[in-house]
T-cell receptor
Framework: EDQVTQSPEALRLQEGESSSLNCSYTVSGLRGLFWYRQDPGKGPEFLFTLYSAGEEKEKERLKATLTKKESFLHITAPKPEDSATYLCAVLPGSNYQLIWGAGTKLIIKP | DVKVTQSSRYLVKRTGEKVFLECVQDMDHENMFWYRQDPGLGLRLIYFSYDVKMKEKGDIPEGYSVSREKKERFSLILESASTNQTSMYLC??????????FGSGTQLSVL
């Protein structure tokens, strides 16, 4: 069964304290892995797409990496405005619909 | 700037009512989606549409129906609202298998 698991469920960091969020997946073939950011009361906003193991993408303080079993979203020297829920989704080879993780709620304290 | 607009941010309805959630996109996307989002769960697909007047069931279609009469508009209908349909409803659109663009969501409470 195709599955996506995100960990931890919640993460509290001090401003400037770097860390990583994890998205592990078991799918039959991988067409793409997507990261989204969701602020409270809003819809998810696209961050990155990764297509193959070894690929990396960066945007400001965020860097996404991909292996054959998992993806990491690294956040370097975070600021309070990086506080949000980060969602991971996988597009399996078996169908055209995304499989979503439950998200990691990130809280950055000043 | 691309936009997916959902007609209501908050909605309160009574059990048994027929509820309409509207979604409009201005990007000429072929594909449109309705998800629901509940705490601790990933987004769950209710219905999607890949063309005008076309619709496909997602993972949790029971108790819902959809309508797509025009390319830019995709409506979700709760035929007879129940308390277990209290949730955040998210509309999204995309072209091909590219990234999804989401609306701001509708928080529906069924009392």
């Amino acid at each position: 069964e195709d599955q996506v698991t995100q960990s931890p469920e919640a993460l509290r960091l001090q401003e400037g304290e770097s860390s990583s969020l994890n998205c592990s997946y078991t799918v039959s073939g991988l067409r793409g892995l997507f990261w989204y950011r969701q602020d409270p009361g809003k819809g998810p906003e696209f961050l990155f797409t990764l297509y193959s193991a070894g690929e990396e993408k960066e945007k400001e303080r965020l860097k996404a990496t991909l292996t054959k079993k998992e993806s990491f979203l690294h956040i370097t020297a975070p600021k309070p405005e990086d506080s949000a829920t980060y969602l991971c989704a996988v597009l399996p080879g078996s169908n055209y619909q995304l499989i979503w993780g439950a998200g990691t709620k990130l809280i950055i304290k000043p | 700037d691309v936009k997916v607009t959902q007609s209501s941010r908050y909605l309160v309805k009574r059990t048994g009512e027929k509820v309409f959630l509207e979604c409009v996109q201005d990007m000429d996307h072929e594909n449109m989606f309705w998800y629901r989002q509940d705490p601790g769960l990933g987004l769950r697909l209710i219905y999607f549409s890949y063309d005008v007047k076309m619709k496909e069931k997602g993972d949790i279609p029971e108790g819902y129906s959809v309508s797509r009469e025009k390319k830019e508009r995709f409506s979700l209908i709760l035929e007879s609202a129940s308390t277990n349909q209290t949730s955040m409803y998210l509309c999204a659109s995309r072209t091909g298998r590219e990234k999804l663009f989401f609306g701001s969501g509708t928080q529906l409470s069924v009392l």
